[in-house]
């Protein structure tokens, strides 16, 4: 899939619309990060803004943006698993990528909204002022720490490092994004990312990695198969004519592209 890269405020605020619904209370996203009762905060207050007890982790009053529809509070914390949140398989690009206290990963994908990979968690962190983002990067800490703390490097599924690994297997020999790209059938954008994520987490990172067996033509049809199957994996392989089994182990084969785990 060819991914777009999002701009504009409106933008945000659709994603927000978006990833709001499936939050639950204390900040908890997705069946994984419901069993981890500690979770990512700003804690009881941040920049002078009272957490909201009846939402996620939410600061401040929702306010509407003049001439938009939508309503944003002015900082929000969600955490995700890194399988299921990773800037590999989201399907947009950010703006940058660069390390947070020590070994965390963040990519910043539009104004006010980051994401920030450390141990097995994916932290989004989103912010309608500049100012507030840099001191939410600042803050952002577990609850069981009485104060922020290093973060650790990210810790990725095997078949996002694996994506990682399919580029810099040829960086060495091949010179330039065009010929990388050429040669791993990514569009340039994507290579860029996926070398600078790999600079970021250093040659250890991907050195016991090996190089993707299948064509990124094959991830792309098995990253769509999953989406698909998502929901009711049991209905779509009886309507297929697969067993579940079958088509749990194809969507194992691209685990952490999918925004699912």
Not at 179 to 207: F, M, N, Q, S, Y
């Amino acid at each position: 899939m060819m991914r777009v890269l999002r701009v504009g405020w409106i933008v945000l605020l659709a994603a927000l619309c978006t990833l709001l619904p499936a939050a639950s209370a204390g900040g908890q996203v997705g069946a994984e990060d419901q069993e981890q009762a500690d979770q990512y905060w700003l804690g009881p207050y941040f920049a002078g803004l009272r957490l909201d007890p009846d939402t996620s982790f939410s600061y401040g009053d929702c306010e509407q943006p003049p001439g938009e529809g939508g309503c944003s509070v002015p900082a929000q914390v969600q955490n995700f698993s890194s399988c299921e949140r990773n800037p590999i398989g989201l399907d947009s690009i950010p703006y940058r990528v660069f390390l947070v206290r020590g070994g965390g990963l963040a990519a910043e994908y539009e104004r006010g909204w980051v994401d920030v990979g450390t141990g097995d968690r994916t932290v989004t962190v989103f912010t309608n002022e500049f100012e507030l983002m840099g001191a939410a990067l600042r803050e952002v800490h577990l609850q069981s720490q009485s104060a922020p703390e290093p973060l650790a490097p990210p810790v990725y599924p095997m078949p996002v490092l694996r994506e990682l690994k399919r580029v810099t297997a040829v960086a060495g020999r091949l010179k330039g994004v065009g010929a990388i790209a050429k040669a791993t059938h990514l569009p340039p954008v994507e290579v860029r990312l996926r070398l600078a994520i790999a600079e970021l987490l250093g040659p250890d990172a991907l050195a016991n990695v090996p190089p993707p067996t299948m064509s990124t033509a094959t991830v792309e049809r098995l990253r769509q198969l999953a989406f698909r199957a998502q929901y009711n994996p049991a209905r779509y392989a009886r309507k297929h004519g697969i067993s579940k089994a079958a088509l749990q182990t194809k969507i194992r084969r691209v685990r952490g592209l999918t925004g699912s785990c």
